[in-house]
């Protein structure tokens, strides 16, 4: 697989120069290129660091800025940060209300950001959220945790636009906590990647074929199954996601549903948009009415192909957060 | 134990090198049940160390594993820098604490225990800990360096028939049986060329 | 090439139907769904009408809205729109003061819209602007008139938000006309594409090849040649660039250049952003400083892997219409 | 010339069925040096055509071939969309004006001219007109309808030697030399299946 780089070791680095360099006005460099930061800090309010592999772009760093994260810590394609590249972050972003964690379920993930929190404990109030939205991975595949997969911009917005608002950390972690029960993705490949190191694809999938409940690492999905029309496809998604929600929500009054469809980087808008208009049709016959939609590219897996439905479904309070100002490489308002 | 400045050197050398040569194949496995990249994570991890080999292996035993422990956490990333990394921050404070570490067995032993905290992991969930466990046991056993690396070996083999509980992995399911795991394997590469070293070098 | 798609038939109307569903704020469906125009018109401005084949999502109706176009035409997959979808909308969105028909140049489209404006004749007031930005279809190649490619976006950002401030239609032609010497494009492609009728692509690369001077409809490029890495392929679409301007407008004083990179639809933001930065370089290497950067999929060939890049030479009037506000689907600030 | 509604009605079926079978073919020209769509796009224009058959056939000749060529522009988009329009209305419109039209060729040739104007192309611009213009000679010459298909084969045919200078095979330089145009091969196509319609029906 073909990518525009110069060489596998310099792949991230080079891609995360050009994201700042492309948005000087909003982004900069942290100490030693360890993280990328909003360039002008709003002291007192809670710092909002997430990171993890590269692969998922404009995931993480895109969504540095005014509103969502305050900085973003990247490690190399597919594989977490290193504690020191997030213990860096805390020390430059933080202006004394302490720091929020946002963190994907995985397991390499989760440790290199905790061992951070550990090193950093003396001189930062910490606080972690670990996003864990992947309807794929629940219970019946896995005894505890879900992947965090696209559910992860819903969660960084909401987070961001209540410390933008001055919610504290206490605050900030339990609204991470209740979204984890209220955001649901799933996801389908139509062909896999290759990571920059490797020749060959993770996964190889025949015409005919694609990978149902895929995460966002070109790993293998749940099954291999038939490529069937979009239709289907969105059928058996949305019909994952509905079932994985916590029992009661969905008869929940008063939500306000909020439906994002995300490509994994190959997958072009016109398909996107195709998919959203059926996911739309489909959440509307069970009447779930989604009261606002993204859709986009924005949690990638490199130039995976396929794409991934997320419902989240949203207090009054949660969804006003979601409306609230933004301004961030990625998502703007 | 005791080891001289110049054997640890080797022994950094000699992991580097059967990382590097076996890189593609742990990628390869990673690839079938992960992400594909346990190779270059492990490599990555590898040349820092071997980048500081020289004042790393100026230190005391004791410091010396803690500072590689450190290099690898802060090169790795992904699941195996917090894992190889806390087994060898720990199995150098743990030989700190007994005075020169005359019972590596004792480090050792805490030293997978904290592994096994990290990752929130135990025996059979089909990580670099079926490899960690079996190896630690047969040092308490004092076993021959040979046998050490062959448990290693069969003890990595037998995570294909494991279903995976931690790690990537973990996400396939049933899937995940009849892979082997790509940490168990780096885990019984490296315990082995460790071992041989020690049975040509030092022998017991 | 697989597709998230039911059937090609309805492939182009039900991805326009995801874009307004995702959009309802911003978009509506013009009469018979032959077009897709603001919801709200600006009475007595000049109607700005764009349109096109299909699969360059999200051009062009994703940049209906306000500061840009008040409707957008589109056609089958790379086929222009017929007539009456045109005459429909200018007799929709036409509140007095004329429409402005910006068409890239393919023989096809501008042949439709043609027609459209002959027919129209009698009740709107009519000018057109033909988009030629293509630095691979120049002189060298072509006796007269380059291909419309992601140029276009730059030219129906700036129409767009001239005609919003009250430019009359004669300043709007003569702007368009302006910015066609100003403006120049090229692309590179990794992979090629299949239209949803065919089972193959249109061409087949291998690992090692890649299709230089590429347009967005899939059709083979300048030159089929030898893989290259980031840095190279970046040099050879800025020289091609450069080489094509009119003499003398790069030394030109004052100028504001603007920079950017347009993925073609299955190249995902960690390559486009990398692209950026590389792209930054070797023009400033050259003493030209790009003022502001665009950096995404606007202009897509489908799923076609590869970018193209564009420099636009923007007077600081003309700087000044692309820092205008603008709120339509794919472009916001 | 005089054609029935019912010829007319059994020109607009075999015409599409002509389309429809080398509907394949015609993409496949185009992706060599277009972008692969004209099968589709004729393919689309001949079903709408063929939906209104009866409608049309019931019109007087003029206003039919006016209707099909209005029926073509709305429905094909593309190049051919104008292009085969402008040929049937303006042929429609030219024999109109002639008074039922019994100067089949002044029309024709009206027509042609049309048709280039509106493409800004003449000949040996490797396009359909490549084609319409021997087509047209020959009726000038009341060539029987074998030899006229005839020549509209050899004429799409002679279109690969071209390098083209309008349409999107003109942005690919040289490089669309050795290609046969794939307008020119459906206008080659039509003119041969209303050739032979006519020898078997009404021997001129
Ligand atoms: N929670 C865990 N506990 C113990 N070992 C783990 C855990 N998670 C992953 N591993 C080990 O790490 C290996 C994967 O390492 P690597 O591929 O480098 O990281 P990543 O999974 O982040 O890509 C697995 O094969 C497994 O042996
Ligand atoms: N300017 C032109 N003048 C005459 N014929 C043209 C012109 N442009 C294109 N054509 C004809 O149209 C054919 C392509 O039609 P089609 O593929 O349906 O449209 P498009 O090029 O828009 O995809 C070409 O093969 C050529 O014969
Ligand atoms: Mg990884
Ligand atoms: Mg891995
Ligand atoms: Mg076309
Ligand atoms: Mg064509």
Redesign the interface.
């Known amino acids: 697989m073909k990518k525009i780089m110069n060489a596998p070791e310099r792949f991230v680095a080079e891609s995360l120069e050009g994201l700042v360099l492309a948005h000087e006005g909003l982004l900069a460099f942290g100490g030693g290129r360890k993280f990328v930061r909003r360039r002008v800090l709003a002291p007192g309010k809670v710092a909002v660091i997430s990171g993890g592999g590269a692969g998922h772009e404009p995931l993480h760093s895109g969504f540095v800025g005014r509103g969502m994260l305050d900085a973003a810590c990247t490690g190399h394609v597919f594989t977490s940060p290193t504690p020191d590249q997030i213990v860096a972050a805390m020390d430059e972003v933080d202006t004394g209300a302490g720091c929020l964690l946002i963190v994907k379920n995985y397991d390499g993930d989760v440790m290199n950001f905790e061992m951070a929190a550990e090193m950093a404990a003396p001189r930062h109030a910490v606080e972690t959220v670990i996003v864990e939205d992947d309807a794929a991975t629940g219970p019946a595949v896995r005894s505890r945790g879900r992947r965090g997969v696209a559910g992860t911009v819903v969660v960084e917005k909401l987070i961001g636009a209540a410390a933008e608002q001055g919610a504290d950390l206490a605050a900030l972690k339990a609204l991470g906590e209740d979204l984890n029960g209220r955001i649901r993705s799933m996801g389908v490949a139509l062909r896999g990647v290759a990571v920059p190191d490797n020749a060959r694809e993770t996964f190889v999938l025949g015409p005919e074929e694609m990978e149902f409940g895929v995460g966002i690492h070109g790993e293998p999905g749940l099954a291999r199954t038939r490529f069937a029309d979009a239709d289907a496809i969105i059928r058996q998604l949305g019909e994952a996601i509905l079932a994985e929600f916590p029992p009661g929500l969905l008869a929940a009054e008063g939500l306000r549903p909020l439906l994002v469809v995300n490509g994994f980087g190959g997958t072009p808008p016109i398909e996107l948009y195709l998919a959203h208009g059926l996911a739309r049709r489909f959440f509307e016959a069970r009447a779930i009415m989604p009261a606002r939609a993204l859709t986009g590219t924005f949690v990638t897996s490199l130039d995976m192909a396929g794409l991934s439905l997320t419902l989240a479904l949203l207090t009054p309070d949660q969804f006003a957060l979601w409306n609230a100002p933004v301004a961030t490489p990625a998502l703007g308002w | 134990m005791h080891l001289a400045a110049a054997d640890l050197a080797a022994l950094i050398a000699l992991c580097r090198a059967e990382i590097d040569r076996h890189g ?1 194949h742990l ?1 390869a496995l990673d ?7 346990h ?3 492990m490599r ?1 991890g590898l040349e820092a160390v071997f980048a500081e080999r020289d004042s790393i292996a100026r230190l005391p035993l004791p410091a010396a594993l803690e500072k590689i422990g450190l290099v690898l ?11 190889y ?1 806390t087994l060898l921050m720990e199995l150098g404070r743990g030989l700190a604490a007994q005075g020169c570490g005359e019972d590596f067995a004792a480090a050792l032993e805490r030293a997978v225990a904290a592994v096994a905290r ?2 929130r992991s135990g025996p059979g969930d089909k990580t670099l800990l079926d490899v960690l466990y079996p190896v630690q046991a047969e040092i308490v056993r004092r076993s021959a360096p040979g046998h050490i690396a062959a448990c290693a070996r069969s003890a990595a083999q037998s995570t294909q028939a494991m279903q995976a ?4 992995a ?4 049933a ?1 995940s049986i009849g892979h082997e795991d790509p940490g168990a394997s780096s885990c019984a590469l490296l315990t082995a060329a460790i071992c041989g070293y020690l049975a040509e070098h030092r022998p017991l």
Chains 1, 3 share one sequence.
């Open positions: 593609a990628s690839s079938a049940i992960g992400d594909g990249d190779g270059a994570n990555r956490v802060m090169n790795i990333g992904g699941a195996a820098g917090p894992l990394g990290r990752g509980r931690r790690g990537r973990s996400f396939l399911g899937r």
